[in-house]
DNA sequence: TCAATCCGTATC
DNA sequence: ATACGGATTGAC
């Protein structure tokens, strides 16, 4: 008999079902094949998760009506990852799997191995990974970048050692990240295991796949089609290669026998899958660590309050540079001040440029240096601030940020709805409040002007530009689009600071330092000339971790201040959005954690009123996040069973909770 | 009393 | 989705 996950997307139908196999099918249907069966009279695909002796079914069971392909995409390990992932974030298991194991592409299965050169390398079908002697293991770490990390070397000796080390680390500003994940992915190979790492967007993984050139890999992308995925995915599976690198998608990749599991820029919201049940790959990632014993590696210029917390638990060890080492590398940062004069040079003073700003770059510039200007792009959601000290006004009662619904309408919490009456500011005692303006633009040609005979390029979502060449020009790019200069840049100016630091958003000050440190460490060290301007207060928490190179200082702070104000990742909270009454027929259905703690409902920004949706939020302990995510999904079942066809997302720890 | 229909529930 | 069983209803 076999077990059978069925692929049908209703939450009461998310356990295994039971089918006789043909005996023409024998063996061929193992664990981990695609089937396809008769499921409530129609054919469905599904998965075969385990052959077992006996059912526990009473009933009458049907045949498996045809094996899709012998080829087992899904190990056992990946299996129980996507289990645990699915009872983590509400979701059913079918779903997961839809999301683990790419579309099946005929062509690829008969097909010889990809013809990549990184696979040839590996010279041949299983002797991809093979163990070197235990000395040759302990000297690994000397004499690599890790080094520059006092903890670096014996992380990497760990891996090559088999054990499975867990790390939170700050690269260094002008660290080559490729190159050290490149190192920490062939100690864990050397250990005869797997590697699977993950980054945020095509860029990144170009980097890492060059960096990779050495050790036999694949990439695995949107980006390449989906016949050249499921190759690729396949040489994994097969246990041709022992290294998978990817965006969020490869999280699932099967290498054999995983070692280590690796993420950079962990903060980078597109590590968030945007389909159901919304899985983080930090969390994936993270869980698999755990279930298989592999070591971790949460790596980054900035870090995340998440990564913070795993160190503050004990769960991860930290890898960060001696304070001399930081100050050697990074470049002088400094602060405009809260209301920067502008430049005298009319050109300047036209492209709103502080004075400052403006002399960084020109003698940048005129040494011979490429500038770097980020320039954020625009449409954040109107937030509201206190209008003396510009602090974010947040609700009395939950904490949650005060938004202003229209021009003249008075703020309202966007988690629980209250209105914001008689406001006062808890840093400064003010009652005004103001909305916070969103970004000015500060065009391309407009720093042309200011900086006449100047090359100009710009770099962002339409064009990203991987490298720019030694020399003077000025480059504007868009967070996330900054090219790589030889050499690196010798200025690097940070502009509207306020547009960042005001979002309507829980993670403004974290994401703007993530922004921000990822900028600077293009620029060169202090000692070659590197400066970087940040066009705001230095008195600003966001600006104070820039000015000292010191992510893990503002992480801390920001767990600390989540803790207070019972935000995540200090508690775990789910959100429920839907029409009204589907949101509180699921509530009602759902036996919730008793410290359930319910805020809400507010509406849902943007929407007509015909169909319009609102949003409950739900928030728990960490201890109680299980137990929340088991209570909601079974109350999605209740619906889904009772043929409610409302739709209602349920989201585990969103990242836009607002 | 029987068949056509409706509704709810399970789906192996 | 579709299939089935039990309840319900309507005509003889």
Known sequence: ????????????????????????????????????????????????????????????????????????????????????????YAGSLADVLRLAVPPRHAGAESAPPPPTSTLRASGGETAAISRTSPDEAVRVGDGSGWQAYPAGPAFLRALADGRAPRAVWSALPGEDWPARFAEAAAATVRSGRGVVAVVADARDLDRLDAALAAIPHV???????????????????????????????????????????AIWDDGDDLHAEPRAPYPHAREVLLTRAQLAGAAALVGGYARTAEAQQLVETGWAKQIVAARDTVRRRAPAVSPTGDDPQLARDPAAASARLPSLAWRVARDALQSGAPVLVQVPRRGYLPAVS?????????????????????????????????????????????????????????????????????????????????????GPSVVVATPGAEPLAAGGYGAVLLLDAWALLTRADLRATEETVRRWLAAAALARPAAEGGRV??????????????????PAWLAARELAERRSLGFPPAVRVATVTGPPDAVADLLAAARLPEEADLLGPVPVPGESTEDRRERMIIRVPRGAGRALAGALHAAAAVRSARKAVDPVRIQLDPLDLL
């Open 219 to 261: 990439a695995l992308s949107a980006a390449v089609g989906p016949a050249e995925r499921y190759r690729r995915f396949l040489a994994a599976s097969r246990g041709q290669v022992p290294v998978v690198v990817g965006t969020r998608a490869a999280m699932f990749a099967p290498v054999p026998s995983i070692g280590l599991v």
């Open 533 to 550: 301007v940040v066009v705001a207060d230095g008195g600003l928490a966001a600006v104070q971790a820039v000015l000292r190179w010191d």
């Open 386 to 470: 206190c209008a003396d000290c510009r602090a974010p006004a947040r609700c009395r009662h939950c904490s949650g940020p005060l938004q202003l619904p229209s021009a003249h309408a008075v703020a309202a919490c966007r988690w629980c709805g209250r209105p914001a009456a008689a406001y006062a500011c808890p840093h400064c005692g003010g009652r005004r409040l103001r909305a916070a303006v969103t970004g000015a633009r500060r065009t391309a040609e407009e720093l042309g002007r200011a900086f006449a005979g100047v090359p100009v390029r710009t770099s962002g979502r339409d064009e990203v530009l991987a490298t720019v060449p030694a």
């Open 1 to 88: 008999m076999a077990r059978v996950c069925v692929d049908v997307p209703l939450p009461h139908l998310d356990r295994p079902f039971d089918y006789l196999v043909p005996a023409e099918l024998g063996e061929d249907a193992r664990p981990g094949t695609r089937v396809r069966v008769r499921f409530a009279g129609q054919l469905v695909d599904g998965w075969v998760l385990d052959r077992v002796a006996a059912s526990e079914h009473s009933g009458p069971l049907s045949f498996l009506e045809r094996l899709v392909s012998p080829e087992p995409v899904l190990s056992p390990e990946v299996a129980a990852l996507a289990r645990a992932v699915a009872e983590r």
